[in-house]
């Protein structure tokens, strides 16, 4: 009894390690968070505004510490490793999650998948927790990373029409300022919310430029960067302001098309992707549906287990390669 049982517990450390390694390349190919971080750090060296972004960072989390917090927010502070960076993640997202409710999001996921499969399958406990764990940090990770993209997108459809909107304020004699309340008011969100947020930051007694890039945390786009950067450069250099952002107007424009003409060109590639990829499952679905018994064995033997770990680590593996290789930055 002994080989046997040894044989399945390092078939079942095989395959948690498969699927951790997946969980691994998922975050490692879709995040991309490090490109971001050094574009961003160039650009703020680029306007000398890191001081202040600092400043401004430091002055939050005395405010924050200094305010009451509910208990999970207390204790997502003191166990997730970076709450900072996942405070801007959350506030890209759009949607009012504190710290604590997707500290209790990852916790509940984890629980529940778990759980499930230990009650489903009837999986070795050390193999549940290790999964649960890996569901419970990856699952609110990328749904959270899809509510940012998403909004973010819908930010750059809107935000040519948000510096047009400037530019005929400013040629009519309106100042930044007024300019940008009237962004607030008259252009769709997420744009508009963003641009209130804007003004009434300047009202309550900061900068223009610390305003703008203060939001650059929650608008991380390149186009949002050239705009707040365009704004600092003709502050400092003065000049026809309406003039510069017609054309940085422009230019978003033929960014904005390029992408477009690139997402028709590869949609076919994706659409012939999603039909090839389905297929594994659809073969499983219908096994399942003619012989259960056959294809239940996939679940309870430990080699089938190394083998879906495996199978679906290379799966994503793949799907990751594919994804990046019709990904063009324009």
Same mark, same amino acid.
């Given at each position: 009894?002994?080989?046997?049982?040894?044989? $399945?517990?390092? !078939?079942?450390?095989?395959?948690?390690?498969?699927?951790?390694?997946?969980?691994?390349?998922?975050?490692?190919?879709?995040?991309?968070?490090?490109?971001?971080?050094? +574009?961003?750090?160039?650009?703020?060296?680029?306007?000398?505004?890191?001081?202040?972004?600092?400043?401004?960072? =430091?002055?939050?989390?005395?405010?924050?510490?200094?305010?009451?917090?509910?208990?999970?927010?207390? &204790?997502?502070?003191?166990?997730?490793?970076?709450?900072?960076?996942?405070?801007?993640?959350?506030? +890209?997202?759009?949607?009012?999650?504190?710290?604590?409710?997707? /500290?209790?999001?990852?916790?509940?996921?984890?629980?529940?998948?778990?759980?499930?499969?230990?009650?489903?399958?009837?999986?070795?406990?050390?193999?549940? &927790?290790?999964? #649960?764990?890996?569901?419970?940090?990856?699952?609110?990770?990328?749904?959270?990373? *899809?509510?940012?993209?998403?909004?973010?997108?819908? *930010?750059?459809?809107?935000? $040519?029409?948000?510096?047009?909107?400037?530019?005929?304020?400013?040629?009519?004699?309106?100042?930044?300022?007024?300019?940008?309340?009237?962004? #607030? +008011?008259?252009?769709?969100?997420?744009?508009?919310?963003? *641009?209130?947020?804007? /003004?009434?930051?300047?009202? *309550?007694?900061?900068?223009?430029?610390?305003?703008? @890039?203060?939001?650059?945390?929650?608008?991380?786009?390149?186009?949002?960067?050239?705009?707040?950067?365009? !704004?600092?450069?003709?502050?400092?250099?003065?000049?026809?302001?309406?003039?510069?952002?017609?054309?940085?107007?422009?230019?978003?424009?033929?960014? +904005?098309?390029?992408?477009?003409?690139?997402?028709?060109?590869?949609?076919?590639?994706?659409?012939?992707?999603?039909?090839?990829?389905?297929?594994?499952?659809?073969?499983?679905?219908?096994?399942?549906?003619?012989?259960?018994?056959? =294809?239940?064995?996939?679940?309870?033997?430990?080699?089938? @287990?190394?083998?879906?770990?495996?199978?679906?680590?290379?799966?994503?593996?793949?799907?990751?390669?594919?994804?990046?290789?019709?990904?063009?930055?324009?």
């Amino acid at each position: 009894m002994t080989g046997p049982i040894q044989l $399945s517990q390092l !078939l079942m450390a095989a395959g948690v390690l498969g699927v951790l390694s997946l969980g691994l390349v998922i975050v490692a190919l879709f995040s991309g968070a490090k490109d971001r971080r050094q +574009r961003q750090r160039r650009l703020k060296r680029a306007q000398g505004v890191t001081a202040k972004m600092q400043e401004q960072e =430091a002055l939050s989390v005395r405010r924050d510490a200094s305010e009451p917090l509910p208990f999970f927010d207390r &204790l997502a502070r003191a166990v997730l490793p970076n709450p900072t960076k996942i405070r801007q993640r959350l506030a +890209r997202s759009g949607k009012n999650i504190s710290l604590g409710q997707y /500290a209790l999001a990852c916790l509940v996921v984890g629980v529940l998948s778990g759980g499930g499969i230990k009650l489903g399958l009837g999986w070795p406990g050390l193999a549940c &927790l290790l999964i #649960g764990v890996t569901l419970g940090l990856l699952l609110p990770h990328v749904y959270v990373g *899809f509510l940012g993209r998403r909004r973010l997108n819908q *930010f750059n459809a809107y935000f $040519s029409e948000a510096i047009d909107l400037i530019v005929r304020g400013l040629r009519s004699g309106l100042p930044v300022t007024e300019s940008i309340k009237a962004v #607030g +008011r008259e252009i769709a969100d997420p744009v508009g919310v963003e *641009f209130r947020l804007i /003004a009434d930051s300047i009202t *309550f007694g900061m900068t223009l430029q610390e305003a703008l @890039w203060a939001a650059a945390a929650r608008i991380d786009i390149p186009e949002y960067r050239f705009f707040a950067i365009t !704004l600092g450069i003709q502050q400092e250099t003065g000049g026809n302001l309406a003039e510069t952002l017609d054309n940085l107007s422009q230019v978003l424009r033929r960014r +904005r098309q390029m992408k477009l003409k690139i997402k028709a060109l590869s949609s076919e590639a994706k659409a012939s992707a999603y039909i090839i990829g389905s297929l594994p499952f659809i073969m499983f679905g219908i096994i399942m549906a003619e012989n259960h018994k056959y =294809a239940i064995t996939l679940f309870v033997d430990p080699r089938g @287990w190394v083998m879906l770990a495996f199978g679906f680590a290379c799966y994503g593996l793949g799907i990751g390669i594919m994804w990046k290789m019709v990904k063009f930055e324009i």
